[in-house]
């Protein structure tokens, strides 16, 4: 079990949608010194020429208030007009991208061409949504998604988007990461002796929490960290809120419960949040993983702050060594 002094700010580590909803919980609970939210980049690819950072976009509208709740993706009160006539002409129209997305992503394009990291770029694009708790990369080095299948080898957006989740899962490749570091605001969350502690989103292991995993040095530095690391549940009763972490474990032979997505966090997972549903589990954790038990399906933002306090206030009952309620 970590130990250490009470610390002021939490690290989230997340993906896309599921943990865009709790990193806009926390964000409405702790302060922008109080919290950094370290995103997934290995979805990120590049489309007619421009640079795509899916996870890193989906939390940056979320907590701007901009995103798009119908669809899960993209931006409010879109329109399609580029995407539109981009079909009309015979372009490449499998990924969907809105004018008010181009937009955003010329002005990536634009501020990469100037010479900044992608760390860089997102604080300035922050700056312009009016958010003000920091969203960094996991890393500013590129890092592929690879998802080896039972049709072929095939990059993440190709599996997710063209083929729909529906090749079955062999196993997953991070083209790059062994080369990757943390990014710098992210390296230096690692290794700040007085961090309250990491929450991990309820987002896919496999596909969101995996790759930031797999930069060299993550997984040591969580394991010796002085804070609490405690994960969100991304199943309820047996399937997935969104996305296909329930079909990628059926696929890779895992059994489809929280206590095979606690399992990839071992070596440094200190508790985990169970939804109420699956309350009956509480007792199929190891001795060392505390468990808590919470509402964790987020429709409103009232659940994801509600969510995002009874996290930090687990978090805190570790901190302190007293069992969790």
Avoid at 86 to 98: K, S, V
Avoid at 119 to 140: F, N, Q, W, Y
Avoid at 216 to 234: D, E, F, Q, W
Wanted: charged share 20%.
């Amino acid at each position: 079990m970590n130990t250490g002094r009470q610390g002021r700010r939490f690290v989230a580590l997340c993906g896309g949608v599921g943990g865009a909803k709790l990193a806009f919980g926390l964000a409405r609970v702790l302060g922008p010194d109080q919290l950094l939210v370290v995103v997934n980049t290995g979805d990120d690819f590049e489309h007619l020429g421009l640079p795509i950072c899916p996870d890193l976009d989906t939390v940056l509208y979320t907590l701007a208030g901009q995103n798009n709740p119908a669809l899960g993706w993209g931006r409010a009160d879109e329109s399609w007009t580029a995407y539109k006539e981009m079909q009309r002409l015979g372009g490449a129209d499998w990924f969907q991208l809105g004018d008010k997305d181009i937009g955003l992503h010329l002005a990536r394009r634009h501020l990469f061409d100037s010479g900044k990291t992608l760390s860089a770029v997102m604080k300035v694009l922050a700056e312009r949504l009016g958010v003000t708790t920091p969203i960094v990369p996991m890393s500013d080095e590129p890092v592929r998604t690879m998802v080896h299948t039972d049709q072929g080898k095939l990059a993440f957006q190709e599996y997710f988007v063209g083929h729909k989740c529906a090749p079955a899962v062999r196993a997953i490749e991070f083209a790059g990461a062994a080369n990757a570091t943390p990014s710098p605001d992210f390296a230096a969350a690692l290794g700040d002796p007085d961090l309250a502690g990491f929450i991990i989103c309820p987002s896919n292991p496999f596909l969101s929490i995996d790759p930031i995993l797999a930069i060299p040095g993550v997984r040591h530095a969580l394991s010796r960290t002085n804070a609490p690391v405690v994960a969100v549940t991304p199943l309820i009763g047996g399937q997935a809120v969104k996305g296909p972490a329930a079909k990628i474990l059926q696929e890779l032979e895992l059994p489809v419960t929280p206590m095979s997505v606690a399992a990839r966090y071992d070596g440094f997972l200190d508790g985990f949040i169970l939804d109420r549903r699956d309350a009956e589990l509480s007792g199929a954790f190891p001795a060392s993983v505390r468990v808590g038990v919470e509402q964790t399906l987020m429709v409103s933002d009232d659940d994801k702050t509600a969510l995002a306090d009874a996290a930090i206030a687990f978090v805190r009952r570790i901190r302190k060594g007293a069992s969790p309620s």
